[in-house]
């Protein structure tokens, strides 16, 4: 993931976090 997009270390961890959430949904 490139810093230049934006994101921060937190916001990148939790859109992980809910992807991996809608994969087990």
Excluded: N
């Excluded at 490139?2 to 270390?9: E, H, V, Y």
């Amino acid at each position: 993931m490139d810093a230049s997009l934006g994101m921060d270390d937190d916001e990148f961890l939790i859109r992980q976090v809910e992807a991996v959430e809608a994969l087990l949904d």
